[in-house]
Nanobody, 116 residues
Framework: VQLQASGGGLVQTGGSLRLSCVVS????????MAWYRQPPGKQRELVAS???????NYLDSVKGRFTISRDNAKNTVNLQMNSLKSDDTGVYYCNARTLTWAQDYWGQGTLVTVSS
């Protein structure tokens, strides 16, 4: 399983960005997909996750601003980020977890910088 993330960049406070992640390889084995982020000097944290059936969870601080979506036919997971804040700055990673064995696969990370 390989993940290719894109869409990061520099944006001003209040702006929007859309992250995309394409999954290739043994996609039939994938269950939950998610976006994590690692702010500068901090640990990686879960931002949003979506199961194969569409159940979604968000980090409290992004609720109402971020939207995760998934297209199983295209093997993609997206993260629409609106009303961005400086605290949203970090490297964002897409994640895919297999249905059996719960094995995690990671994309290469894409940098999001929100300037005030």
């Amino acid at each position: 399983v390989q993940l290719q993330a894109s869409g990061g960049g520099l944006v001003q406070t209040g702006g929007s960005l859309r992250l995309s992640c394409v999954v290739s390889g043994s996609v039939f084995s994938i269950g939950t997909m998610a976006w994590y982020r690692q702010p500068p000097g901090k640990q990686r944290e879960l931002v949003a996750s979506i199961t194969r059936s569409g159940n979604i969870n968000y980090l409290d601080s992004v609720k109402g601003r971020f939207t995760i979506s998934r297209d199983n036919a295209k093997n993609t997971v997206n993260l629409q980020m609106n009303s961005l804040k400086s605290d949203d700055t970090g490297v964002y990673y897409c994640n895919a977890r297999t249905l059996t064995w719960a094995q995690d696969y990671w994309g290469q990370g894409t940098l999001v910088t929100v300037s005030s």
